[in-house]
């Protein structure tokens, strides 16, 4: 399988809350778009290393969000924990481009290519 | 007519510039210098005059300059260089194949080589009247010479546009005597040059000198029959005005090149030697696109003149490669300055400088030991050492202590705190609120022996008011009495700030903070956005301190506060309606069990506080979960909230054989008082109809129990992994002493208790017999208490499933995002 991204647009970053995140449903997972306090745009996989929390209802500080289930917290830019834990919130790549923001997505989350 | 013909003209070659301003007389200087006799030079300027600096506008308008003082250069300069000027006259058209450039007044001039310098245009918002008399841009002398006409009646004065252009014009007009009102789209004023603290200091600064900022304003109209006479706000709010300026941002000017072919994009496309896609044709300035980079500064543009003066003087170049910009704003006694990328996070560090008693903030973002961007308020005198520190791309690893402190300190000394204390004169201040001096304290830490802070208050009065100051006076302590000190332990909220809970609540009133960043600039946050541990409390607090005034900040509250509802392991949700003291009915039943099959929801239980728990709700059906409980006249239970949550009862002396008093209509009384209300952690409470209690109340926040003559009441109760049975507060007779002592033991409890504290070990701490003292003893405090709960409940009791369900309420939280378009 190739590693090119589809890009998809998914409207405007300001439809985002600022300190706050909104979800994306692909055809294999959902994805969580958050927006800092600056304004910049970043995307995670909607799935705590932990135990799977949902990572858009966290709390949105900096560049980091704390996950609402154990309170664990990990880095926007680069997914990783931040303190004593362990572990890596997958990171999904995104843009903004002239306000809209543009998620990265692999085929199989695109549902370009299905499985078989 | 002075038309010099070109055969005239000698064998140089011909320059035309369109564009008399500061790329294309700086480009046509740079040049003179390299190659005083290549080029027979020509220039067209729009406006009526010389070149002058444009920067020095604000300035002019503020009248701390007059036009000669800002002329760059004089007409001599003109005809001493043989430069043929033609003012007033702008270009219309440019004709690539004759290679001749056409002016307004119909003068056509060949050219061999050609330089765009025509700047940018001010933005105009197309809202409706935006071409009455009295809307003016800020971008030349012509809108300098309108707004003084206008200043010179006085009147107020609308400034569209909170960045760095619409401050300085917002500062020149107040100074001038107009009443402004500066409207801002954002959330803080100059979003883009700085962080929401800055922003802050800023705007307080701006509010002092008189000038009203308004921020999350979006224009909907500029009203007026000829001549202005008001903005209007799309939230409906009308602002008067005589003047209104619009200064909402620049767009490159690219209309000549675009209309004669050359390649425009969001400016006129330009490669390192500023040569566009017409090798005979140059472009520097504002009007440029290099890089796919647009600037609105003039330092990138004197880069770009030298560059090209490079170029065209064929002296070997390196071309311009991009600028790194730093930016100030020019109101005389306001000093910021920021540069590079401040956004900060992630594998950047940040510095977070702030000192209160002077209004100095300053953050630098790290990243890999180099500075990656800083913004700094009140003291910029560092400024240009952080710039070239990152435009170097130096490391400064071995400075990062005390880079806050700025280049004299980096320069001379140790980099120890205590160093810094010791090194001030002893005439130095130390608490601006009692005026003491660092000698005075020295002198009674040594004299008196003295070894904590308390003591150092109680002897000085340095630190006993505000606060502040305490970590300077326990530097002071621990350099004067060297290794002999031990500093007190508080236990700071988080690692964002040094204050504990308690003086954090003080503070916010004591200073009279009504906001999340004002409270994190005066309290000296040593981060610039907090943390999930710091920001929940901060909400509480200033809701607490504020009722009904501060607005309750959303994203620093847990996600079951913010959608009313309790996240579950899954993802999934529980949705618990009120049931006001356990009692329900049919009616209410049938829509809960309706509610269940519609939505599917897999579990339902009844919980420990007697009420109905429906599990495992999808969150986009939340909002639609609870249209259907409301329609049924059903309201949120809070069971999710740091507020109250049930009030449990037993059957009572409607039915018990046992019961002595009627404890399911006190419980439905005292929920329906308490209901909405925040506090600092979950509380609880229940009725009992006779000591028998059937209701559990020995182990609540706040228990009732029926007695023969009376009813007992009890406190601190917590049921969780400690248990805890209640204290007995006191015996009251009526039932509307029971309310009253019920009102005013929480609000106690919710101005004393630090956020996460529950009434158990609350009580604990500070004792029964303070509570006591408040609720009980002191009767005249009590109802002052009750009164302030009664007040702060009428903002409180809302539901907030009914406006999310019809209003729309954070809608964004219930909908997902949707792919609209894939590549
Ligand atoms: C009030 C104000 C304050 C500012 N403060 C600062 C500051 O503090 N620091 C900073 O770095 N920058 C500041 N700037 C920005 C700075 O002035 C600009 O970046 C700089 O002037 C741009 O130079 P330029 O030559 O590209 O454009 P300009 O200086 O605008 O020159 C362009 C000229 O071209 C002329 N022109 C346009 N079309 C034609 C045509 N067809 N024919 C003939 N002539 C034409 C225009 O009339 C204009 O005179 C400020 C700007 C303003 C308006
Ligand atoms: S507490 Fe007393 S009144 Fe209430 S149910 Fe029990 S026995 Fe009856
Ligand atoms: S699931 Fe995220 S911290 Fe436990």
Known sequence: MSNTLTWVEVGPAANIPQQGARTLQTETDRIAIFRTLDDQIFALLDRCPHKQGPLAQGIVHGHFVTCPLHNMVFSLETGETQGPDDGCAAKVECQVIDGIVRVGLTELQAGLRHAG | MNHVTAALRTAKARLVVIGNGMAGMRTVEEILNRAPDKYDITVFGAEPRVNYNRIML???LSGEKDFDEIVINSPEWYTENNIHLYSGDPVIKIDRDRKVVISKSGTETEYDQLLLATGSDPIIIPVPGHKLDGVVTFRDVDDVDTMLGAAAKGGPAVVIGGGLLGLEAAVGLQSRGMDVTVLHLAGHVMERQLDPSAGYLLA?????????????????????????????????????????????????????????????????????????????????????????????LVAPLFEMAKS??????????????????????????????????????????????????????????????K????????????????????????????????????????????????????????????????????GSIVAAISEKSLTTLDEVKGHTKASASCGSCSGLVENLLAATLGGDYQAATVKPICTCTDHDHDSVRRLIIAKNLKSMPAVMQELEWKSSDGCHVCRPALNYYLLAAWPGEYVDHGASRFINERVHANIQKD?????????????????????????????????????????????????????????????????????????????????????????????????????????????????????????????????????????????????????????????????????????????????????????????????????LKHVQERVVDDEANRKALFERFMISQKTAQIDPWAERASEGVDAHEFTPLSMVAAE
């Not at chain 2, 006479?229 to 675009?258: E, H, Q, S, W, Y």
């Not at chain 2, 004169?425 to 660092?438: H, L, R, S, T």
């Open chain 2, 204 to 296: 307080q600064e701006l509010e002092r000198r008189g000038i009203t900022v308004i921020t999350e304003a979006d224009t909907a109209e500029i009203v007026g029959s000829e001549h202005v006479t008001g903005v209007r706000l799309k939230d409906g709010r009308m602002i008067p005005a005589d003047l209104v300026v619009m200064a909402v941002g620049i767009r490159p000017n690219g209309r000549l090149a675009a209309d004669a072919g050359v390649a425009v994009e969001r400016g006129i496309v330009v490669d390192d030697v500023m040569t566009t896609s017409d090798p005979a044709i140059f472009a520097v300035g504002e009007c440029v696109q290099h890089r796919g980079q647009c600037y609105g």
């Open chain 2, 58 to 60: 604000s300035p002019l």
């Open chain 2, 571 to 767: 993802g999934t949700y529980s949705v618990i309606p009120r049931m006001w003291g356990g009692l329900t009915n049919p009616r209410e039943l049938r829509a809960i069990a309706d509610v269940a099959d519609k939505f599917e929801i897999p579990t339902v239980k009844v919980t420990g506080g007697q009420r109905i728990d429906l599990l495992g709700v999808k969150k986009e059906d939340l909002p639609a979960v609870w249209a259907d409980l409301n329609a049924a006249g059903m309201v949120s239970g809070h069971a999710y909230g740091k507020s109250l949550r049930t009030v449990k009862s037993c059957v009572g002396q409607e039915w018990c054989r046992f019961g002595t008093q009627m404890s399911m209509g006190m419980a439905v009384e005292l929920e329906k008082m308490t209901w909405g209300s925040w506090m600092p952690h979950k509380f609880k409470m229940a009725v009992s109809g006779c000591p028998r209690n059937c209701a559990e109340a020995t182990i609540k926040d706040f228990g009732v129990v029926a007695t023969d003559g009376g009813w007992d009441l009890h406190v601190g109760g917590n049921g969780g992994i400690h248990v805890r049975a209640t204290d007995l507060l006191c015996k009251v007779t009526s039932d509307d002493e029971v309310k009253e002592y019920c009102g005013a033991f929480i609000q106690l409890y919710r101005e004393e208790a630090r956020y996460l504290e529950r009434t158990a070990p609350w009580i604990e701490r500070v004792g």
């Open chain 2, 371 to 438: 500075i990656k961007g800083a913004v700094l308020y009140g003291d910029t005198s560092d400024g240009g050492w952080y710039f070239q520190l990152m435009k170097d791309g130096e490391d400064v690893t071995e400075l990062r202590d005390t880079l806050a402190f700025g280049q004299a300190f980096a320069a001379g000394s140790s980099g120890n705190p205590l160093d810094a204390v010791a090194a001030l004169p002893d005439d130095a201040e130390i608490c601006g609120c009692n005026g003491v001096c660092k």
């Open chain 2, 308 to 369: 090209l003066a490079d170029h065209m003087a064929e002296i070997e170049t390196d071309g311009y490669t991009g600028s790194v910009t730093s930016t100030k704003l020019k109101v005389t006694g306001v000093d910021v300055f920021s540069a590079g990328d401040f956004s900060g996070g992630g594998e950047t560090e940040e510095i977070v400088f702030r000192d209160a008693g002077r209004g100095v903030y300053k953050r630098i973002v790290l990243e890999d030991g």
